[in-house]
């Protein structure tokens, strides 16, 4: 996994945060042994920061506190991940995100992200991502408005009706390339670069849905 380097993370007024506060803060939505905060707790903590769970958003609140597992943060990632972002409160938190979410304005932050989403959908154990969760996730990136890649939906269908089951690390790795570098009317697509196959088969099928002829 790649840590989010503090270099990335919004900078804000120097800030005296209480330790103590964040140690509360947790104990708010965490389970009753105090090791973690899971389902339950993650509903009401997205309620309360008035977020979809499913949202970019806490994508890149999970990247930030370098959570292992979804929909669980544990003691540990919570207080050092809100030591980095500076928060230690509910309304710390909640005037921090707008921030958090600018930075899949930066390109370089939204591949360290995009790379940290297969590791947090990833099953454990599995090398590759059950096909659901991958349309899911793909659509959580590339569906946020300052991402907005044009060939989301068209892409989320291929993936719905072909034969792959998952998408392995090398597979996921190539669509941000080729949803950064390729245009929706695959005009400068090369058949002969690295693609995985299942990229080839999709630029086959939307050149068809094109009237393009076959490379």
């Given at each position: 996994?790649?840590?989010?380097?503090?270099?990335?993370?919004?900078?804000?007024?120097?800030?005296?945060?209480?330790?103590?506060?964040?140690?509360?803060?947790?104990?708010?939505?965490?389970?009753?042994?105090?090791?973690?905060?899971?389902?339950?707790?993650?509903?009401?903590?997205?309620?309360?920061?008035?977020?979809?769970?499913?949202?970019?958003?806490?994508?890149?609140?999970?990247?930030?506190?370098?959570?292992?597992?979804?929909?669980?943060?544990?003691?540990?990632?919570?207080?050092?991940?809100?030591?980095?972002?500076?928060?230690?409160?509910?309304?710390?938190?909640?005037?921090?995100?707008?921030?958090?979410?600018?930075?899949?304005?930066?390109?370089?932050?939204?591949?360290?992200?995009?790379?940290y989403a297969?590791?947090?959908?990833?099953?454990?154990?599995?090398?590759?991502?059950?096909?659901?969760?991958?349309?899911?996730?793909?659509?959580?990136?590339f569906g946020?408005?300052?991402?907005?890649?044009?060939?989301?939906?068209?892409?989320?269908?291929?993936?719905?009706?072909?034969?792959?089951?998952?998408?392995?690390?090398?597979?996921?790795?190539?669509?941000?390339?080729?949803?950064?570098?390729?245009?929706?009317?695959m005009a400068?697509?090369?058949?002969?670069?690295?693609?995985?196959?299942?990229?080839?088969?999709?630029?086959?099928?939307?050149?068809?849905?094109?009237?393009?002829?076959?490379?």
């Amino acid at each position: 996994r790649e840590e989010p380097s503090s270099d990335y993370l919004p900078k804000r007024a120097r800030l005296t945060t209480d330790s103590q506060k964040r140690v509360a803060f947790f104990n708010d939505y965490s389970d009753l042994d105090g090791s973690k905060i899971s389902s339950v707790g993650m509903e009401r903590l997205c309620a309360d920061l008035r977020l979809h769970p499913s949202s970019a958003v806490m994508l890149i609140l999970a990247w930030v506190l370098e959570a292992k597992e979804m929909c669980v943060f544990t003691r540990s990632e919570w207080l050092s991940g809100l030591a980095k972002l500076q928060c230690d409160d509910l309304h710390s938190l909640r005037q921090c995100l707008p921030n958090l979410e600018g930075l899949l304005k930066q390109k370089s932050v939204l591949a360290k992200i995009y790379r940290y989403a297969f590791d947090f959908t990833c099953d454990p154990g599995q090398r590759s991502i059950e096909m659901d969760s991958a349309i899911e996730m793909l659509t959580i990136i590339f569906g946020h408005r300052y991402v907005s890649w044009p060939l989301l939906e068209s892409f989320a269908a291929f993936l719905k009706r072909c034969s792959y089951r998952g998408i392995n690390r090398d597979q996921w790795y190539n669509i941000l390339d080729f949803a950064d570098n390729i245009p929706a009317d695959m005009a400068s697509y090369d058949e002969s670069g690295a693609w995985p196959v299942l990229i080839d088969e999709f630029v086959a099928e939307r050149r068809t849905e094109l009237g393009l002829p076959p490379f």
